[in-house]
């Protein structure tokens, strides 16, 4: 049988197609030893092993079978797939909001690449729509893709033409701002362009998706829908993330871009507002305001663009018995602004004292952060974080490791004089620093406990 129908297979695998007679992209029915299945048999990543055969069963998802276990195969149908979605031509309804969908990659524009079993940014900010037609329900969509990367590939280079861009849809009088980005790093970005882009007259959300488009629990397309309506009808006029609320298809949550955090590897509700609460609830029928305080959405198109960014800022987590030389190595690299992830209320040992001193003689801005995530850098405690202060470190206040690191990043990229460093740093743009947190800005619910799991079980995840 011609090879073109063994894609990727190899081995004693290849052996196994051939013995029953069954191609790459034919339906079968597989008897093994584990029990029965039916589905299309998918070609395998080229870096694979050769013993095991995989097969998109009826749910969507894809199994890997054990070539050991196969007692009999039947092929019953062939159709090569064709996975690429065809790009569609938005239409156009009167009275409906204009949005802007700019795409930068990430899953939320993905296919899977069975040459190499990966997920790749391939689908078009049109292709988009092609997947998703509720969306010309919502707003009148105008896309534009700008990248097509990870978002782990993400940077200051992407952080500046965002910017810019976003200014330009601004200044033509667009009415809300959609981006597509993976979402490892989303809530730098996020944090980036609330220094870069700030008093907006739109809104402006980030979106992304924890499963890929051809996932039967996908949830990029909902994520779309509930961001292009809150980029279009939405009054919040702010940098804001939006995905799921909890696990369940029920609403999503737009989040402050200077108080967000991705907080778990594939949770579909991964992403939560820390050490506050979110801005709002939105589903496909409305908003429903969580704060009052927020930044409303104006008619005129006045929007402050401050596109700049140093890549000479770092970021040391801090550990036990941590040595001088990591630090030392950081300055002699040349970096010039350096956030410390703290323990406790912002401390390190007393064994790199000398380094912190080094680096504070040679004009190197130090931030303090906290490894705890929740809660305020307090200094003025215990001897060692005054010691600290006196050696050149700054508390950050309740700011986001992450977020120091953006903003810090933005203030070099602006001035090299310490006191206006430090100015921009201590100011808050937009609750990057807040007062105080609220009672209910610290949730973390431990489970095994007979109320937790009371509350569990009568409300949901």
Same mark, same amino acid.
């Given at each position: 049988?011609?090879?073109?129908?063994?894609?990727?297979?190899?081995?004693?695998?290849?052996?196994?197609?051939?013995?029953?007679?069954?191609?790459?992209?034919?339906?079968?029915?597989?008897?093994?030893?584990?029990?029965?299945?039916?589905?299309?048999?998918?070609?395998?990543?080229?870096?694979?092993?050769?013993?095991?055969?995989?097969?998109?069963?009826?749910?969507?998802?894809?199994?890997?079978?054990?070539?050991?276990?196969?007692?009999?195969?039947?092929?019953?149908?062939?159709?090569?797939?064709?996975?690429?979605?065809?790009?569609?031509?938005?239409?156009?309804?009167?009275?409906?909001?204009?949005?802007?969908?700019?795409?930068?990659?990430?899953?939320?524009?993905?296919?899977?690449?069975?040459?190499?079993?990966?997920?790749?940014?391939?689908?078009?900010?049109?292709?988009?729509?092609?997947?998703?037609?509720?969306?010309?329900?919502?707003?009148?969509?105008?896309?534009?893709?700008?990248?097509?990367?990870?978002?782990?590939?993400?940077?200051?280079?992407?952080?500046?033409?965002?910017?810019?861009?976003?200014?330009?849809?601004?200044?033509?009088?667009?009415?809300?701002?959609?981006?597509?980005?993976?979402?490892?790093?989303?809530?730098?970005?996020?944090?980036? %362009?609330?220094? =870069? #882009?700030?008093?907006?007259?739109?809104? /402006? !959300?980030?979106? &992304?998706?924890?499963?890929?488009?051809?996932?039967?629990?996908?949830?990029?397309?909902?994520?779309?829908?509930?961001?292009?309506?809150?980029?279009?009808?939405?009054?919040?006029?702010?940098?804001?993330?939006?995905?799921?609320?909890?696990?369940?298809?029920?609403?999503?949550?737009?989040?402050?871009?200077?108080?967000?955090?991705?907080?778990?590897?594939?949770?579909?509700?991964?992403?939560?507002?820390?050490?506050?609460?979110?801005?709002?609830?939105?589903?496909?029928?409305?908003?429903?305001?969580?704060?009052?305080?927020?930044?409303?959405?104006?008619?005129?198109?006045?929007?402050?663009?401050?596109?700049?960014?140093?890549?000479?800022?770092?970021?040391?987590?801090?550990?036990?018995?941590?040595?001088?030389?990591? %630090?030392?190595? =950081? #300055?002699?690299?040349?970096?010039?602004? /350096? !956030?410390?992830? &703290?323990?406790?209320?912002?401390?390190?040992?007393?064994?790199?004292?000398?380094?912190?001193?080094?680096?504070?003689?040679?004009?190197?801005?130090?931030?303090?952060?906290?490894?705890?995530?929740?809660?305020?850098?307090?200094?003025?405690?215990?001897?060692?974080?005054?010691?600290?202060?006196?050696?050149?470190?700054?508390?950050?206040?309740?700011?986001?490791?992450?977020?120091?690191?953006?903003?810090?990043?933005?203030?070099?990229?602006?001035?090299?004089?310490?006191?206006?460093?430090?100015?921009?740093?201590?100011?808050?743009?937009?609750?990057?620093?807040?007062?105080?947190?609220?009672?209910?800005?610290?949730?973390?619910?431990?489970?095994?406990?007979?109320?937790?799991?009371?509350?569990?079980?009568?409300?949901?995840?």
């Amino acid at each position: 049988m011609n090879e073109d129908f063994f894609q990727g297979y190899k081995g004693s695998a290849l052996e196994v197609l051939e013995k029953y007679n069954v191609r790459v992209w034919g339906q079968a029915d597989v008897n093994t030893s584990r029990g029965a299945f039916q589905g299309t048999i998918l070609p395998r990543a080229e870096n694979d092993d050769d013993q095991h055969i995989v097969m998109k069963i009826s749910t969507g998802y894809n199994v890997g079978i054990d070539i050991s276990t196969i007692v009999d195969m039947t092929e019953t149908g062939y159709k090569k797939a064709n996975y690429k979605i065809p790009e569609k031509e938005f239409p156009y309804t009167e009275n409906l909001p204009a949005v802007k969908l700019i795409g930068t990659g990430g899953t939320i524009a993905s296919r899977l690449d069975y040459r190499t079993g990966a997920v790749i940014p391939a689908f078009s900010p049109g292709e988009l729509y092609g997947a998703v037609p509720e969306l010309a329900d919502i707003c009148n969509l105008t896309t534009e893709k700008v990248f097509a990367v990870f978002s782990e590939n993400m940077g200051p280079k992407q952080y500046i033409s965002l910017a810019k861009a976003i200014g330009k849809e601004i200044e033509n009088g667009i009415d809300g701002i959609v981006i597509g980005h993976g979402t490892d790093t989303l809530h730098h970005t996020g944090a980036a %362009l609330t220094f =870069m #882009v700030q008093n907006s007259p739109v809104p /402006i !959300v980030l979106v &992304g998706s924890q499963r890929s488009s051809d996932r039967p629990s996908s949830d990029a397309a909902l994520n779309l829908m509930h961001a292009t309506y809150a980029a279009g009808h939405g009054d919040i006029a702010e940098v804001m993330v939006c995905m799921f609320g909890p696990t369940s298809d029920e609403y999503g949550l737009l989040h402050k871009g200077t108080r967000v955090r991705k907080m778990h590897s594939s949770y579909r509700s991964t992403f939560r507002t820390i050490g506050d609460t979110p801005l709002a609830m939105v589903s496909r029928k409305g908003i429903t305001h969580i704060k009052k305080d927020y930044h409303p959405r104006r008619r005129d198109r006045n929007v402050t663009i401050k596109p700049y960014f140093s890549d000479k800022v770092t970021m040391l987590y801090y550990y036990p018995a941590m040595k001088p030389d990591i %630090l030392d190595a =950081m #300055v002699d690299q040349g970096y010039k602004g /350096i !956030v410390i992830i &703290g323990t406790g209320l912002g401390h390190v040992n007393k064994e790199l004292y000398p380094a912190i001193e080094r680096a504070h003689a040679k004009g190197v801005y130090m931030y303090m952060t906290l490894q705890t995530i929740w809660g305020y850098v307090h200094m003025f405690v215990y001897d060692t974080g005054r010691d600290m202060m006196a050696k050149g470190i700054i508390p950050a206040g309740n700011m986001l490791p992450e977020v120091a690191f953006i903003k810090l990043g933005w203030a070099l990229g602006q001035t090299d004089d310490p006191e206006e460093v430090k100015k921009l740093m201590l100011t808050p743009i937009n609750d990057e620093i807040t007062a105080r947190e609220p009672y209910n800005g610290y949730l973390v619910y431990q489970g095994g406990i007979p109320e937790v799991e009371d509350f569990v079980k009568r409300v949901h995840k």
